[in-house]
Structures are given as structure tokens and as C-alpha cells.
């Protein structure tokens, strides 16, 4: 019960910030600059300018907004066409994370057994983990755009100095949203990642080998239970261990004839 209600918050926190990112692609405002405005006339004259990553716009103070619209792909600022990109692969690796994570859901009564759901549900948070970091690399490279025109020294006459704008903020939420969602899936299915080992005494106390050797001797203890026979077998141990018991019992036969 607790898995299922760690999966189904994981489930609404990570679709959130899905929605958060899907809805900064179509805002305005992602950058926002401010022209007059301050005294020297009893009536003040004020301009905004601001973008997306569709268009250029300027609003006055009567309200009047004019547009222009960016040209085809190949004419718009290579930045641009990269935050674009990355949004939508972002996007496009969320979907199918959402819909790996919705199936391997223990709640959900499809997608097979539950070994199997687990490993959806993990596959669903590596495609979160990759969808995030392809988002939050678009907004960090208009951000760094902005930031590099707003501290410039001097800039080249007719350009504007811009600050960042509600989009961006909204779209960082939404990428910690994201991997918050995903750590939280993780944690439910931690069992793909670091599966149960037994663990059994050979010879009837611990014995001590460097860490480098462990797993490849009959003398560590550590073997994993075979699905065939229901024996401890571990790779190469598993034939020393053969050889031991027919040497065993060669012997064993050897006393009963003297």
C-alpha cells in the first residue's frame, strides 16, 4: 500500500511539471525589456518589448501590441532553434515516460507481473531523468543568452537589454517537479536496481578473501540460488563444488571396500 501511494504522488508531481514545461513553450514574455518611463514630461511615454520563441513584440502604454513573427527555421537565431529542440525532445521522452510509468504503476492492472512493471516503472524514470536534463539545458541556454546581453560591458547601438521573464521561472519549477517526481518513483523500485542476495556459510564459518577475488570462489559464501536444480551455484565455484563431491564420494566408496 505505501509503494502504491508513493507511485501514484510520483505519478501527479511529475505530470505536473510535464504540464509546467508543455505550457512555457507557449507563453509570452520569456524575455522582457522596458523603454522610457521616467520623468522630464507630465506625460510619460512607455514602451515594453518582449519575446518567445515564436515572435518579437513591442506593447506601448495605450496598450497597442505589434508583432512579428519569426521567419522560416532556418532565419531564426540558432539559440532559439536549440531551445526549441531541446524542449521538444524533452517533451516527446516525457511522453514516453509518463506512459512506461502509468503501466508499471502498481495500482494499474496491466502490464504483467510485478518484476515486470518494476522494470517499466524504472524505465520510465531513466526517460524522466533524460526528458528533465534535455529541458532544463533549453532554458539554461536562453538564460545564459539573456544574462550575457544584460552584463555586457557595452552593447552595440540599437540592442536591447532584456531580463528574463515568467516562462523561465515556470519552467525550472516544472524541471525540479520532474526529478522529484522520478527520485520518488526510484525509491519504490529500488529492488531492480540492487537486487536481494542470499547469503550462506560454507563450511561452517566466514572466511575472509579480498573484496577483488569475491564471487569467484567456493569460498566466499556468497552464491545465488539456481532456478533449474535449487542449488547454491556461483559461475566457476559451481564446478569446484562438483569435483569436491565426486572426490567425496569416490572416497567414501574406496572405505567401504576395506
Request: overall charge positive; proline content about 3%; hydrophobic content about 45%.
Amino acid at each position: 500500500m505505501k509503494k502504491r501511494f508513493i507511485q501514484i504522488f510520483g505519478f501527479l508531481i511529475c505530470s505536473l511539471g510535464w504540464v509546467f514545461v508543455l505550457c512555457t513553450m507557449a507563453m509570452d514574455y520569456w524575455r522582457v525589456s522596458q523603454v522610457g518611463g521616467q520623468g522630464g514630461s507630465f506625460i510619460i511615454k512607455v514602451s515594453w518589448y518582449w519575446s518567445n520563441l515564436w515572435k518579437d513584440c513591442s506593447t506601448d502604454s495605450s496598450s497597442i501590441t505589434s508583432c512579428k513573427d519569426y521567419a522560416v527555421l532556418w532565419n531564426v537565431s540558432y539559440y532559439v532553434q536549440a531551445v526549441r529542440g531541446l524542449l521538444m525532445c524533452g517533451l516527446t521522452i516525457g511522453f514516453f515516460a509518463v506512459v512506461c510509468c502509468f503501466i508499471g504503476m502498481e495500482c494499474t492492472y496491466i502490464g504483467g507481473a510485478e518484476p515486470t512493471k518494476d522494470k517499466l516503472v524504472f524505465s520510465g524514470v531513466v526517460f524522466h531523468f533524460v526528458g528533465g536534463v534535455s529541458s532544463l539545458a533549453a532554458y539554461c541556454l536562453y538564460i545564459n543568452r539573456v544574462a550575457r546581453a544584460t552584463f555586457a560591458s557595452n552593447l552595440p547601438a540599437g540592442q536591447l537589454r532584456y531580463e528574463l521573464g515568467p516562462p523561465i521561472f515556470m519552467g525550472l519549477v516544472g524541471c525540479f517537479l520532474i526529478f522529484f517526481g522520478a527520485v520518488l518513483y526510484a525509491v519504490t523500485v529500488i529492488s531492480v536496481i540492487r537486487p536481494d542476495r542470499k547469503v550462506i556459510q560454507v563450511y561452517g564459518g566466514p572466511t575472509y578473501m579480498p573484496s577483488a577475488y569475491r564471487g569467484t570462489s567456493m569460498n566466499t559464501g556468497y552464491y545465488e540460488r539456481s532456478q533449474l536444480y535449487g542449488s547454491y551455484v556461483s559461475g566457476r565455484a559451481s564446478s569446484k563444488i562438483s569435483r569436491l563431491s565426486q572426490a567425496t564420494s569416490r572416497l567414501s566408496e574406496r572405505d567401504a571396500f576395506v
